[in-house]
């Protein structure tokens, strides 16, 4: 069984199913406004394509790249890794938020 995720023609991440190659090719919908990308649990970039999909995520058929949505308008998106970056590095120790106003990462209090 593969792992395929159902994308809208914008890009969006619809759905993730499990099924055989030949379910893909033979059994689904035809449509122009979908189709079937295969996804994979240990992407890597390289032999397959970059992050696992998710409902609501994106994929950018460029790249062969699924991504998160962008989680504030500060950050970038890293183009050879499909993670979105802060402007600022998230400290190594303890437990932080991003505070998109002062554009800085608040410790967090237990």
Request: net charge negative.
């Amino acid at each position: 069984m593969t792992y395929f995720a159902k994308v809208s023609s914008d890009g969006t991440v619809l759905d993730v199913i499990v099924a055989d190659q030949d379910f893909i090719d033979n059994n689904t919908e035809s449509s122009d406004d979908h189709s079937y990308v295969e996804t994979f649990m240990d992407a890597d970039g390289k032999s397959k394509k970059y992050n696992y999909a998710s409902k609501g995520h994106m994929y950018n058929s460029d790249a062969k790249a699924f991504h998160r949505l962008q989680p504030y308008a500060s950050w970038k998106l890293n183009t050879t890794t499909y993670l979105w970056e802060p402007p600022v590095a998230q400290p190594s120790s303890g437990k932080h938020e991003w505070d998109e106003g002062t554009q800085k990462w608040v410790a967090v209090t237990e």
